[in-house]
Each structure stands twice: as structure tokens, then as C-alpha cells.
């Protein structure tokens, strides 16, 4: 079974400062593992993605994701945060393939950048 | 290539009433999902659709029902609605287990009172 702890319910930074969004994760194989963004009343996209290739993962936006095994930890940064990226991140592991191919959620990182 | 998209975007039920979320992809993905969206749990998976006549019960299946006669297609069916579904549903589809990336549709927010 795989599960998704996302550490923090809600994370306030001020512009200009670095953001780390904290997510721990727990997989019976080799996991595949995702940061999605959600904007107010949007759709989910797609930050970043590891798929066992590089641990160090860069996603769009200046977002990136250092995969650590020895810690079970998935942690999303940014250098300096902007007033744009206030929004909720989803932290998210598969570890099924072919049929069972099933993504499971964290709950929820709510990010609120201050002027 | 609109992607995912989902209909209606709104919608207001009575207890008891039934309806069908609407979700349609345009990218030959043989996978799709459904998902319900409640404030500080996440995305929850309802039902979850291999290929065309192919579907299978997520975590949190009662109440709904599913089914896949097209490629294109997957309609979440809810026959007795109630309170409990109250919640943003997300329509989800992906190529194979090896695209990694799931397109999500904008959603469908429904409330029943």
C-alpha cells in the first residue's frame, strides 16, 4: 500500500523568500512521485514528476524536488517565492503499474505568499 | 485537442435525485479516473477505467457508478444523492501506466441539499 503525508496544512512565505513545502511519502516498490499545483476554483497541473531517473527533480515555474529514499521525502522548493504562486500543492505517489496504474493524494499544502 | 473536458461545471441536487457527470477526452488515453475533491482531504479515487469496457472500484465507490463503452468516455453515474456527495469531482485520463502524467479536467462542482 502506498500513502502520501504532507507535513504542513498551510505554509505562509513573503515574496521574495524561499518556499518548502514538506511531503513524506511511504511505497511498497519503487514509487513514482508528483507535486501537482491547484489555483483558486482550477484544475490540478502537473509541477514536477520523479520516475527513478535523476533524484533532483526541476519543474516549471522555478519549482524543484529533491527525491531522498533514505528519508522517504519528496520536499518541493522554490528560491523566491511569488505572489503567483499562492495556491494549493498536492504531493502524490504511485507505485502500481499496468492495471493497477493508480495515483494516491496528500491533502493538501495551502501556500500564501505575503506582499 | 481540448484535453479533458467535464460537463456541467455546476450543479444543484435535491436528496434522492440522481444525475450523470459528464467526462470526455480527446487524446486516445485508455485510462481514466474519477476523483471527489473535499476541502483538506485531497483527491479521493471513485472508480478507475483501464480501456474501453474495463472499470474498477477506487477508495471511495458507494454511491457511484461507472462505465466505459468508448475510449472516450467515462460518465460518473450518482443514483440517490446526499448530502455526503457534496464535493468537487475531477475527471482524470492518462495514456498507459507509463506516461506517468495524468490531463485532469476543470472539475464539477456539485451540492446536494
Known amino acids: 500500500a502506498q500513502s502520501v503525508t504532507q507535513l504542513d496544512s498551510h505554509v505562509s512565505v513573503s515574496e521574495g523568500t524561499p518556499v518548502l513545502l514538506r511531503c513524506n511519502y511511504s511505497s511498497s516498490y519503487s514509487p513514482s512521485l508528483f507535486w501537482y499545483v491547484q489555483h483558486p476554483n482550477k484544475g490540478l497541473q502537473l509541477l514536477l514528476k520523479?520516475?527513478?531517473?535523476?533524484?533532483l527533480v526541476k519543474g516549471i515555474n522555478g519549482f524543484e524536488a529533491e527525491f531522498k529514499k533514505s528519508e522517504t521525502s519528496f520536499h518541493l522548493t522554490k528560491p523566491s517565492a511569488h505572489m503567483s504562486d499562492a495556491a494549493e500543492y498536492f504531493c502524490v505517489v504511485s507505485d502500481g503499474g499496468g492495471s493497477n496504474y493508480k495515483l494516491t493524494f496528500g491533502k493538501g499544502t495551502l501556500l500564501t505568499v505575503n506582499p | 485537442n481540448a484535453g479533458v473536458t467535464q460537463t456541467p461545471k455546476f450543479r444543484i441536487l435535491k436528496i434522492g435525485q440522481s444525475m450523470t457527470l459528464q467526462c470526455t477526452q480527446d487524446?486516445?488515453?485508455?485510462?481514466m479516473y474519477w476523483y471527489r475533491q473535499d476541502p483538506g482531504m485531497g483527491l479521493k479515487l471513485i472508480y478507475y477505467s483501464v480501456g474501453a469496457g474495463i472499470t474498477d472500484k477506487g477508495e471511495v465507490p458507494n454511491g457511484y457508478n461507472v462505465s466505459r463503452s468508448t475510449t472516450e468516455d467515462f460518465p460518473l453515474r450518482l443514483e440517490l444523492a446526499a448530502p455526503s456527495q457534496t464535493s468537487v469531482y475531477f475527471c482524470a485520463s492518462i495514456q498507459d501506466s507509463s506516461s506517468y502524467e495524468q490531463y485532469f479536467g476543470p472539475g464539477t462542482r456539485l451540492t446536494v441539499t
Open positions: 520523479y520516475t527513478s531517473a535523476a533524484t
Open positions: 487524446m486516445n488515453h485508455n485510462y
